[in-house]
C-alpha cells in the first residue's frame, strides 16, 4: 500500500530566504511523485513530477525537488521565496501493481511567507 | 482553452436535501475523480472514473453518487446519507490511470448545509 506523509504542517519563511517543504512516501513499487500547489479558495496547479526519469526535477516558478530512494524522500525547495509562494502545497504518490494508479495525497503544508 | 470546469463555485443546502455539482471537462482525458477536501486532511478521493459507464468507489464513498453517461462529464451528487457535506468539492481529471499521468483540477465547488 501507498502512502505519503508531510512533515510539516505550516512553514513560515522569510522573503527571499530558501523553501524547504519535506514529503516522506512509502511505497512497494517504483512511484510515481508529484508536488501540486493551492492558492486560497482554488483548484491544485501542478508544480512538477517525477516518474523514474532524473532524480533532479526541475517545476514551475522556480521550484525543484529531489527523489532519494534510499530516504523515501521527495523533498521540494526553492532557493528563493517570493511573496506569490504563498499557499498550500500537496504531495502526492501514485503506484499501483497492474497499471492503475490511483494518486494518494498527504494532508498539505501551509507556506506562510514573510515580507 | 482546454480545462476542467465546475459549477456552482458556491452551493448552500438544506438538510434532507439532495444536491448535484457539475465537471466538465474537454481535455478528451479518459479518468475523472471527485475529491473531497477538508482543513487539515488534504483531499479524500470520492469517487473515479477510468472511462465512460463505468466508475468506482474511492475511500469516502458513502452518501455519494456520481454517473459517467458521457466522457467529457462527471457529476457528483451528494445524498440526504451524507451527515456531514460541508466542505470544499474538488473534481479532476487525467488521461488514464497510468503511472506519470499528472491531474488537472476545477476550480471547486464549496458546499455549505444550512
Known amino acids: 500500500a501507498q502512502s505519503v506523509t508531510q512533515l510539516d504542517s505550516h512553514v513560515s519563511v522569510s522573503e527571499g530566504t530558501p523553501v524547504l517543504l519535506r514529503c516522506n512516501y512509502s511505497?512497494?513499487?517504483?512511484?510515481?511523485l508529484f508536488w501540486y500547489v493551492q492558492h486560497p479558495n482554488k483548484g491544485l496547479q501542478l508544480l512538477l513530477k517525477y516518474t523514474s526519469a532524473a532524480t533532479l526535477v526541475k517545476g514551475i516558478n522556480g521550484f525543484e525537488a529531489e527523489f532519494k530512494k534510499s530516504e523515501t524522500s521527495f523533498h521540494l525547495t526553492k532557493p528563493s521565496a517570493h511573496m506569490s509562494d504563498a499557499a498550500e502545497y500537496f504531495c502526492v504518490v501514485s503506484d499501483q501493481p497492474g497499471g492503475s494508479y490511483i494518486p494518494t495525497f498527504g494532508r498539505g503544508t501551509s507556506l506562510i511567507v514573510h515580507p | 482553452d482546454g480545462g476542467i470546469t465546475q459549477s456552482p463555485k458556491y452551493l448552500f443546502r438544506k438538510e434532507g436535501q439532495n444536491v448535484t455539482l457539475s465537471c466538465e471537462q474537454n481535455l478528451n482525458h479518459d479518468a475523472m475523480y471527485w475529491y473531497r477536501q477538508d482543513p487539515g486532511q488534504g483531499l479524500r478521493l470520492i469517487y473515479y472514473s477510468q472511462i465512460v459507464n463505468d466508475f468506482q468507489k474511492g475511500d469516502i464513498a458513502e452518501g455519494y453518487s456520481v454517473s459517467r453517461e458521457k466522457k467529457e462529464s462527471f457529476p457528483l451528487t451528494v445524498t440526504s446519507a451524507q451527515k456531514n457535506p460541508t466542505a470544499f468539492y474538488l473534481c479532476?481529471?487525467?488521461?488514464?490511470?497510468?503511472?506519470?499521468?499528472?491531474?488537472?483540477f476545477g476550480p471547486g465547488t464549496r458546499l455549505t448545509v444550512l
Open positions: 479532476a481529471s487525467s488521461l488514464g490511470l497510468a503511472g506519470g499521468n499528472e491531474q488537472f
Open positions: 511505497s512497494s513499487y517504483s512511484p510515481s
